[in-house]
């Protein structure tokens, strides 16, 4: 069983694990943490790497909030600009017709909890990658699973990851960009995206 934290559609490198696991575990019981893949993610945008962040509420008394207790600021129109920064990103994308209808619930849903959204993020693209929905949840903290993948929600990381280059909507202008959300690679490789994920394979810095 691989043990992951839900995060806003998450980057690549998390789903090159997700699908190789025979089980899939949420971590439930962490505390939230800023600069991380919880509330945040990277699609290519016009100008290059684009950030998408979920605003979260915090409770200013210096105590820590678990992931699972943190509320989203809905004073700022953030479900409104992520759709527009992703139609102008990838509306021109071979496969974002494909499977709009399916993103716009994330998106006109009224959510409270930011692991809510999370949760929604990840059944979308399970449901892309006609993958099931299985998982389970923990009930308390994991200190040392088997096999523990929480590491890929730290945004700060820098992975080497071994990815296959794969056309990207403006490589002719900035490159390609690695371990972007799974919605660039979802949008740019459509059916193809499972086996893009099994021919890839993870590994770190020393």
């Known amino acids: 069983m691989a043990l992951f ?5 998450s980057p690549i490198s998390q789903y090159i694990e997700i699908v190789k696991a025979d089980k899939i575990l949420f971590e439930f019981e962490d505390n939230f943490q800023k ?6 993610c990277y699609i290519y945008g016009a100008n290059g790497k684009q950030l ?30 992520h759709l527009k920064s992703i139609q102008a ?15 716009l619930p994330v998106f006109t849903k009224k959510y409270k909890f930011l692991l809510d959204v999370n949760i929604d ?42 990815l296959d280059n794969y056309i990207q909507i403006f490589d002719d202008k900035h490159g390609f960009l690695s371990n972007l959300s799974m919605l660039d690679l979802l949008f740019m490789e459509g059916t193809n995206v499972t086996n893009y994920l099994e021919n890839n394979t993870l590994s770190l810095k020393e």
């Open 5 to 9: 934290l839900p995060t806003y559609f």
């Open 121 to 162: 993020t990840h059944l979308f693209l399970m449901d892309a990658l006609q993958l099931p929905y299985n998982y389970t949840k923990t009930t308390e903290y994991l200190l040392k699973p088997t096999k523990d993948f929480r590491f890929l929600a730290n945004a700060k990381l820098t992975p080497t990851i071994n």
């Open 35 to 40: 600069q991380t893949y919880r509330n945040r």
């Open 89 to 103: 990103a990838y509306s021109n994308s071979p496969f974002f017709e494909f499977y709009q209808d399916d993103l």
């Open 52 to 81: 998408l962040n979920i605003p979260v509420k915090h409770l200013g008394n210096g105590k820590k909030t678990k992931t699972k207790d943190t509320k989203i600021d809905n004073t700022y129109p953030w479900q409104i600009h």
